[in-house]
């Protein structure tokens, strides 16, 4: 093969070919992420068939995990394709404190991936899980909305990202026990009413206990909602 033929055929691909984010080698499958590192990943393929908690064992299909069967979320179902660990720390926190718009695509591709795979209905829209705007002020951007941004692109749904806010400025739920997350967040968020659209999916970056998911969804069910997914990129052990 002569080195023309090796280069890929659109100018934008050859001007900016995709780098793995994790070792710098040459992506694969048009994505920042080379095959291997990809191997490696923490995929999530043993988790609770409703809110994608990441259990031990294999188990079987449709296992639902100790705190759904006590009590199960208002939400439908939670898609989360990874592990929080390593290396999606890295990558999450590239996407979220360090402005890395090419962590949140790869982490918006790869959610997608994952959501066309599970063959759910998709919904009417995207909602990601605003910001407070002292948070959006200092940050310069909210991480949820850029990953749902591709979301969007790729599965061809509109984004709604003005239908609901963050009016109280909590604490970060990072470092706070269950108890204290679902407190902290109450009444965190306020909706447009009604809403305008029936089914629709929350966008996350990590689900850790899914209170914020859980608050969140509570606010749009009562603005008018009748099916609500969670998607995000990844949930912690
Ligand atoms: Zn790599
Ligand atoms: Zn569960």
């Known amino acids: 093969m002569t080195p023309s033929m090796k280069k890929p055929p659109f100018l934008l691909a050859s001007l900016f070919p995709s780098t793995c984010l994790l070792c710098g080698a040459p992506g694969a499958a048009g994505l920042d992420l080379c095959a291997g590192c990809a191997g490696e990943l923490p995929w999530n393929r043993h988790c609770c068939v409703r809110c994608a908690l990441p259990l031990d064992g294999p188990g079987d ?3 639902l995990c100790g705190p759904c069967q006590r009590r199960a979320p208002s939400y439908e179902r939670c898609i989360a394709p990874l592990r929080y660990a390593t290396p999606l720390v890295t990558l999450v926190g590239a996407a ?3 402005g890395r718009l090419n962590a949140a695509r790869l982490l918006g591709q790869l959610l997608a991936e994952s959501v066309r795979h599970a063959g759910e209905p998709l919904p009417e829209v995207l909602v990601p899980v605003p910001l407070h705007r002292a948070r959006l002020a200092e940050r310069g951007y909210n991480q949820a909305l850029e990953i749902a941004r591709v ?8 984004v709604a990202h003005g239908c609901c806010e963050r009016i109280l400025a909590t604490l970060p739920q990072a470092g706070l026990d269950e108890g ?3 407190r902290n967040i109450r009444g965190a968020f306020s909706a ?11 966008l996350d970056d990590v689900v850790t206990t899914g209170s914020t998911v859980e608050e969140l969804a509570r606010v749009l069910y009562r603005a008018g909602a009748e099916r609500i997914a969670v998607w995000a990129v990844a949930r912690t052990p």
């Open 192 to 202: 447009r009413s009604p809403l305008g659209w029936r089914h629709l999916a929350i």
């Open 61 to 63: 299909a449709g296992t």
């Open 180 to 182: 204290s997350r679902r």
């Open 96 to 98: 979220k404190f360090r």
């Open 151 to 158: 979301l969007g692109q790729v599965l061809a749904l509109p």
